[in-house]
């Protein structure tokens, strides 16, 4: 499987989007912020999801992106695929010809594997991983050592 930082990212920037769509449109600038995510790289990302149906646009003032359908109907092979331009373990892109134009020893296992892994990624679906990630612990941030800072208390992200 060939999973770059390009899947990564698009899982995560999916995520995101499905955390802080309940408010309305999310902004791409907002993800980026948030995930630490280039903005163009996002336009890229965004446009390859928006053409294969996983998120739609709202222009104009308050705009910005939600997703198309139910995050339960959005699995994460589904923004993989989108992005991405094949996940393949194999050398040869399943052409058999991976060994001096020969089918290689280790083609089955290659090829079971991307079975494999695409059949993981087919039963994970976003709503699950905003469920997950909604149970996560709130992380506190500890405060500074001065004793002025000590009275305010700790800092928590959310």
Request: hydrophobic content about 40%; aromatic content about 4%; charged content about 20%.
């Amino acid at each position: 499987m060939r999973l770059t930082t390009k899947g990564r990212f698009a899982v995560t920037a999916m995520l995101d989007l499905a955390l802080h769509s309940t408010k309305g449109p999310v902004t791409l600038a907002g993800i980026s912020s948030r995930q630490r995510i280039s903005l163009s790289y996002l336009e890229q990302l965004f446009g390859k999801l928006r053409r294969r149906g996983l998120v739609e646009s709202v222009r104009g003032p308050g705009g910005g992106y939600h997703l198309a359908r139910d995050g339960a109907l959005i699995t994460v092979a589904d923004i993989i695929n989108a992005v991405e331009e094949t996940i393949d373990s194999t050398q040869c892109g399943g052409r058999e010809n991976c060994h001096d134009s020969q089918r290689c020893m280790t083609h089955d296992l290659w090829v079971d594997l991307n079975a494999t892994v695409h059949g993981f990624l087919s039963r994970v679906t976003l709503a699950q991983l905003v469920e997950k990630q909604r149970l996560q612990p709130v992380s506190v941030i500890a405060p500074p050592r001065n004793r002025a800072s000590r009275a305010a208390g700790p800092t928590i992200a959310v």
